[in-house]
Nanobody, 124 residues
């Protein structure tokens, strides 16, 4: 079992930045690939970014490429999502998810463990 807890969400204005954190506990964190997803009201849970278990590979949804950066610190059992130049369409609940593989897919259904989510609201 891996327990994930997100934090860092909030209410910001267009163009602002936020840094989300995902703190993990339980099994060896470095054995898990991590991804961030987001879900807006009435919409499906969408892939945002992923990072390999070593941190050497990352990938982003086209909608956030160049604005968001995913990183991890295996010594601190944490993954981060730095979000810059935020837009109203980034408003959603953001979730981190873990899968016991080197690099995870971009499909939400493939992930084994999820956090409870953190709300990000971007006002125009």
């Amino acid at each position: 079992q891996v327990q994930l807890v997100e934090s860092g969400g909030g209410l910001v204005h267009t163009g602002d930045s936020l840094r989300l954190s995902c703190a993990a506990s339980g099994r060896t964190f470095s054995n898990y690939a991590i991804a961030w997803f987001r879900q807006a009201p009435g919409k499906e849970r969408d892939f945002v970014a992923r990072i390999s278990r070593s941190g050497g590979y990352n990938d982003y949804a086209d909608s956030v490429k160049g604005r968001f950066t995913i990183s991890r610190d295996n010594d601190k059992n944490a993954v981060y999502l730095q979000m810059n130049s935020l837009r109203p369409e980034d408003t959603a609940v953001y979730y981190c998810a873990a899968k016991g593989t080197i690099i995870a897919t971009m499909r939400a259904g493939d992930f084994e463990y999820w956090g409870q989510g953190t709300q990000v609201t971007v006002s125009s």
